[in-house]
């Protein structure tokens, strides 16, 4: 059994800052990339920022310059700092990883529970 469990959403001011985690546990062999997805009401999931295991970023355009993903790879965790936040961000933040179970298996894409952001005066 393999589990993402995200932490830290919750309400927050336009202009202020959040952090979101996951923590990937259970049976784990390797974990290749780790990502943030977002979905607002009414519209599709959408990618955020991506990050490998050797540390290479990818961003949306939309977040480009506000939020930073990092990822802690003794601990299976990856992380989102979301400054200068603003009301369209406000979404359901999912996160999502390739993990791999054992040696002899392959790479299987995970996805947490999703964790509630929103920015609002």
Known sequence: QVQLVE????????GGSLRVSCAASGSIFSINVMAWYRQAPGKQRELVASITSGGRRNYADFVKGRFT???DNAKNTVYLQMNSLKPQDTAVYYCNAEIQRGSATRMTMYWGQGTQVTVSS
């Open 69 to 71: 993903i990092s990822r």
């Open 7 to 14: 932490s830290g959403g919750g309400l927050v001011q336009p």
